[in-house]
């Protein structure tokens, strides 16, 4: 006998249907009979899920700092001086020395306003540049400092690096201010040689700080000297060594350099490489005042206040400190205060 195939197809179709059929109602009972286990393993599958993702948003924020780190790092620099430890009587330490910024540029007379630029030489299109440097005219003056700079002048060069490092008449730039500082320093020119010194020294790298200062100072650039001195008398990319602070201190000195003849009487002040002698620290603390240097008119009121190298006397110590005051010094102003409560 013989089974149609239609017949054996429709059986099979139909039976493969009933048999899915029992199976799912099979499965839907035994997860109705199981539901209270199902739905924990759900939920601690959904909880896992929640602190797997807790740690990878971690990681993510961990990321997005230490990127960010790692480009504020690409683009360094201080917005301020460092600072020194105090010694052990005066209550603040000797400021460093800020980079020159564009208004100390040597003003130079009004020039003809109607020549054009590809025909002027490298000089007079940096002395155009100070003018309008001087007037404040950043934009104007960034032009033709970047026109002179790009002959090789390195007065221009230096002058673009420090309108870069400044922000002045351009968004403020480190790298491009070290690449035109660096294009005048390797040709010798020592304020670039000292702006870098002072750039490298305020990121903290010392070493390079140290290679550009002493180039600079042996050229006698009395910044550089006084700088070198603070890092031989603080260990700063070099080890400690006052005498060697000391050389570098009194050749600033025999040039009239407050800042080196105010940190000359720090070193007699606190004893260091020296025979500690608040008299001769008074000397120099004395010299760098009528300078106008605010915190020698600090300290003088300081060893008048507590009788150190000089007999006690509040009447001066007030005159001094009233003076540093005027300018603006918060610890001078604060003396002037508990002096006169007393």
């Known amino acids: 006998m013989e089974i149609h195939p239609e017949f054996l197809n429709g059986f099979m179709h139909g039976f493969g249907e009933k048999l899915a059929f029992l199976l799912l109602s099979c499965i839907g009972y035994l997860c109705w009979r199981k539901r209270e286990q199902i739905l924990r393993s759900v939920g601690k599958i959904f909880w896992c899920l929640m602190a797997l993702m807790k740690y990878v948003l971690l990681v993510m924020l ?21 600072t020194h430890e105090p010694p052990d009587l005066a209550p603040k330490a000797a400021p460093m020395v800020k980079p020159p910024v564009p208004a100390q540029l040597e003003a130079v007379p009004s020039l003809p306003k109607t020549v054009e630029p590809q025909r002027e ?31 090789g002048s390195t007065e221009a060069q230096c002058a673009l690096g420090v309108m870069y490092y400044n922000g002045c008449g351009v968004k403020r730039d480190y790298k491009e201010a070290l690449k035109w500082l660096h294009l ?46 603070l890092m031989y008398s603080f260990g700063k990319g070099v080890r400690k060594d006052y005498a060697e602070a000391m050389k570098w201190f009194n050749r600033a000195v025999r040039q009239g350099f407050a800042l080196a003849q105010y940190n000359l009487g720090w070193m007699y002040h606190n004893g260091w490489g020296v025979k500690q002698d ?46 540093a005051a005027n300018q603006g010094d918060i610890d001078a102003k604060a003396a002037l205060e508990r002096i006169n409560t007393h």
């Open 62 to 82: 961990a990321g997005v700092i230490l990127w960010g780190g790692y480009e504020g790092y690409k683009h360094w620099m201080p917005s301020g001086s460092p």
């Open 121 to 151: 030489d490298a000089h007079t299109q940096y002395q155009r540049g100070c003018e309008y440097d001087e007037a404040k005219n950043y934009a104007e003056a960034l032009k033709w400092y970047r026109l002179a700079a790009e002959r």
């Open 184 to 229: 005048a320093a390797e040709k010798g020119y020592i304020p670039a040689q000292y702006n870098l010194g002072f750039i490298y020294y305020s990121s903290g790298g010392f070493e390079e700080s140290l290679k550009w200062l002493r180039l600079a100072a042996e050229q006698g650039d009395t910044r550089a000297q006084n700088y070198l001195g």
């Open 278 to 323: 608040y008299s001769e620290a008074v000397k120099w603390y004395r010299l760098a005042a009528e300078q106008n240097l605010a915190v020698a008119r600090y300290m003088m009121g300081f060893m008048y206040e507590n009788g150190c190298g000089v007999p006690k006397n509040l009447t001066e110590a007030r005159k001094w400190y009233q003076l």
